[in-house]
Every structure is written in structure tokens, then in C-alpha cells.
T-cell receptor, first 111, second 113 residues
């Protein structure tokens, strides 16, 4: 069974700092990897989707990379803002077309 | 374009009572998922529909959980009877077809007392 791990579990940074969130998965046979944001008491908002054939995706201040062979992905957030405070979840989609999620990284950006 | 709609947003019930959750996916999305998210954890799949067919319900506790998507559009997830351990957020997601980007609803937060 696919297992997804996210490190760190929690992260607190001052506003303006660049930061990296890490995601690792045990089975490299994936179709895609998706990064989500979840605000307290809310559903999930899709941030970036990387197909298995791609190495990275960018959206605004966010950049996600994928190294399928080593089972790793990173989410880079540039010039962090207090509004970026949320839990960030990584999920991989397998051949069974299901998403396996990590437990998330809770980010706090301090003004 | 409207997103995934779920209702109710919150539900508090006593154990052994039944409860039902409703989901309306994004228009044109054939694939619908129900997930359960426990506190501090990532969502875990309960069931996946392709149109009206449940193609993966291996993680659905079938002794007390049931789901339907009769016309291949909206879906209902039911728990009967509810147990204390069922307290969680139940999320619905949809996508155009498998392997596409999934879009999530706001979830239903269930509290079983």
C-alpha cells in the first residue's frame, strides 16, 4: 500500500521568508502528485498537479517539483505571507486511480 | 462555475442514530469520491464512483456505511447506526475522469456523542 509522509509536521516562519515543504512516497508507480491547501474547518483547495512525466509545476509564488524515481516532491513557497498560513497536504494518485494523502504540514507565517 | 457542494456542513448526533450526507459534484464531472478525514490526518478514500457505478468501495465499512449515486450526478453517503469513532470530516470530491485533478467540497463535520 502506498504510504505518503510529509516533513515537517509543523513549520513557523516570519513573513517574507522562502520555505520548502517536503513529501515522500513509498511506491514510485504513480500517475500524478497533487498539492492541496486546507484552511481550518474548510475543504481542500488544489494548488498544483504534477503529472508523472513532469518534473515541476509553477503557480505564482508556488513551485512544486517531482522526482518520481526517488519518491519525493517539494513545494516551494516564495516570499511567504500571513495569508499562506494553512495546512498543506500532498497526495499521490496510483494506478487504482485513488489518492493517497500525507498527514500534512501545518504552516504559520508570522507577520 | 459552481464548485462541489456538500450538505449539511455540520451534524451532531447521538451514537446509534442514522445520518446522511449529500454531495453535488461539479457539472460534467463523471468521477465522484467520498473521503473521511480524521483530526490531524489526511483524507482517506471511502468509495469512488465512475458515473453511477461504484468502482472502488474496498475501504467502505459496509456493515454500517452505504452510498449511492443513482443518476450518476449527486451522491448520498449514509451511516446507520453511527458510532463514536465515526466523528470526522466527510469530504466529497469530483473530477472529469480518473487521473484528472480532483476538486473537493467544503466537507461535512460529523460529531457523534
Amino acid at each position: 500500500k502506498q504510504e505518503v509522509t510529509q516533513i515537517p509536521a509543523a513549520l513557523s516562519v516570519p513573513e517574507g521568508e522562502n520555505l520548502v515543504l517536503n513529501c515522500s512516497f513509498t511506491d514510485s508507480a504513480i500517475y500524478n502528485l497533487q498539492w492541496f491547501r486546507q484552511d481550518p474547518g474548510k475543504g481542500l483547495t488544489s494548488l498544483l498537479l504534477i503529472q508523472s512525466s513532469q518534473r515541476e509545476q509553477t503557480s505564482g509564488r508556488l513551485n512544486a517539483s517531482l522526482d518520481k524515481s526517488s519518491g519525493r516532491s517539494t513545494l516551494y513557497i516564495a516570499a511567504s505571507q500571513p495569508g499562506d498560513s494553512a495546512t498543506y497536504l500532498c497526495a499521490v494518485q496510483t494506478g487504482a486511480n485513488n489518492l493517497f494523502f500525507g498527514t500534512g504540514t501545518r504552516l504559520t507565517v508570522i507577520p | 462555475e459552481a464548485g462541489v457542494v456538500q450538505s449539511p456542513r455540520y451534524k451532531i448526533i447521538e451514537k446509534k442514530q442514522p445520518v446522511a450526507f449529500w454531495c453535488n459534484p461539479i457539472s460534467g464531472h463523471n468521477t465522484l469520491y467520498w473521503y473521511r478525514q480524521n483530526l490531524g490526518q489526511g483524507p482517506e478514500l471511502l468509495i469512488r464512483y465512475e458515473n453511477e457505478e461504484a468502482v472502488d468501495d474496498s475501504q467502505l465499512p459496509k456493515d454500517r456505511f452505504s452510498a449511492e449515486r443513482l443518476k450518476g450526478v449527486d451522491s448520498t453517503l449514509k451511516i446507520q447506526p453511527a458510532e463514536l469513532g465515526d466523528s470526522a470530516v466527510y469530504l466529497c470530491a469530483s473530477c472529469k475522469s480518473s487521473n484528472n485533478e480532483q476538486f473537493f467540497g467544503p466537507g461535512t463535520r460529523l460529531t457523534v456523542l
